[in-house]
């Protein structure tokens, strides 16, 4: 079964930085691709990052662009979310998943079975 295991999450002070990961397990060669989703209190969960693990192509929302960082270490079956300048508006669940498709965009990896449980991110 495919596990998906977020860590890192914690409280930051505006301007500060988190980096999240995401370890996978029991991948199969059809999951080429890795997102990050949040969700805050009230609001629907958001696509924030995604990147195809063959090749590295990454999207990201005009919301984090320049400010979070997505990337990967494939030996370690790991994806990251470098944040940077946190916002107090940042502050949110956040979730990542995988999915085997043609396109590593939100509408699509929206659709995955295989999510992780979630890490928390404060920012004040």
């Known amino acids: 079964d495919v596990q998906l295991v977020e860590s890192g999450g914690g409280s930051a002070q505006a301007e500060g930085s988190l980096r999240l990961a995401c370890t996978a397990s029991?991948?199969?060669?059809?999951?080429?691709?890795v997102a990050w989703f949040r969700q805050s209190p009230g609001k629907e969960r958001e696509g924030v990052a995604s990147i195809f693990t063959r090749g590295g192509t990454t999207t990201y929302a005009d919301y984090v662009k320049g400010q979070f960082t997505i990337s990967q270490d494939s030996a370690k079956n790991t994806v990251y979310l470098q944040m940077d300048s946190l916002r107090p508006e940042d502050t949110a669940m956040y979730y990542c998943?995988?999915?085997?498709?043609?396109?590593?965009?939100?509408?699509?990896?929206?659709?995955?079975?295989?999510w992780g449980q979630g890490t928390q991110v404060t920012v004040s």
């Open positions: 029991g991948l199969t060669t059809t999951h080429n691709a």
């Open positions: 998943n995988t999915i085997g498709a043609s396109s590593a965009s939100f509408d699509v990896c929206r659709r995955s079975n295989h």
